[in-house]
């Protein structure tokens, strides 16, 4: 019997995700917030045996500076944009006194505890895989290393999610070669292209998308290649929490529709976001969280849809 399926990633990277253009004194309270909530977010999952695939930064393994420096690869991207160099960048904060939001072992550890909840990557250092100046060699050094941090905590990293969605298709061979046998891709949506570039229309369809029916969002398992790595498109991003009411209303029906509409033509949905995005409004966030989980039970209970990590689908598939 064929089932609706819904998988949930989240981009986990705290200031690594963020640093190139967002000053981390004014966002202080932001990740504060981030740290608070995470707990919560588990605790929403296990409750209702929701899964997740919580692609992680690499750096975030780390205890502190002093091993954040001993784990440096020896093949550093080099951008042409220099304010993209996640080294460079740490390297300036190491006095910071900010290391909660740059090192998070401690939550690494809660989630991999959490049943049904998997740890993948987002890269060692939130790698931008489309940007000029860097190499597949380079990536491939990253990815290196975020698999030496990953097996200190006894993971063995299945799932990969591009950082910024640079989803770029010739390091697929690569991600293949170092185990990694999930990839999410972007939706199959030409504003979602980036292989293409970036215009004004793209960003406004985009942001269209999020609160109007620009078309189907969820689709059919038998669309998929089964290749290795097995590429699996997102199907909506869960924006944080907007200070209209009535623009978080349209978010949320949006994205529950979807998720109907998925179970009961018994395709597959994707959702992500960032856990930092629930730092804006954690108690409104976690409020609509639950609310979408509460509307995948009824789904669950009503059309028989599974809740599945990006690494169980991908072994559906294969």
Known sequence: MKNGTLVISLDFELIWGVFDHEDIDNKKEYFDNTLHVIPKIIESFEKKEVKATWATVGMLFNDNWEE????????????????????????????????????????????????????????????????????????????????????KFNINLKSLVFPRNQFNESYLACCAEKGLSSVRSNPNFW???????????????????????????????????????????????????????????????????????????????????????????????IKTLKAIIEVYTYCKDNFGMESKTMEEFQLGIS
């Open 191 to 285: 504003y979602w292209n980036t292989m293409t570039p970036q215009t004004m229309a793209t960003k406004v369809f985009r942001t269209a998308d999020a609160y109007f029916s620009l078309g189907t969002k969820s689709y059919e398992k038998e669309i998929l290649n089964n290749k290795d790595p097995l590429c699996q498109p997102s199907s909506r991003f869960l924006r944080p929490q907007h200070k209209i009411e009535l623009i978080n209303a349209l978010r949320l029906n949006r994205i529950k529709n979807e998720i109907i509409h998925a179970a009961k033509n018994e395709e597959v949905y994707h959702l992500w976001w960032h856990p930092h995005n629930f730092g804006i409004d954690p108690e409104g966030a």
């Open 68 to 151: 954040w420096e001993s784990n440096q690869p020896k093949n550093k991207p080099t951008y042409h944009n220099s304010k993209l160099d996640a080294y460079n960048y740490g390297a300036l904060h190491k006095k910071s006194g900010l290391d909660r939001f740059f090192f998070a072992p401690n939550l690494i550890k809660e989630i991999q505890q959490a049943k049904g909840q998997e740890i993948g990557t987002h890269t060692y250092s939130h790698y931008y895989c489309l940007e000029s100046g860097q190499n597949e060699d380079q990536f491939a050094n990253d990815i290196d290393t975020a698999i030496k941090m990953a097996a």
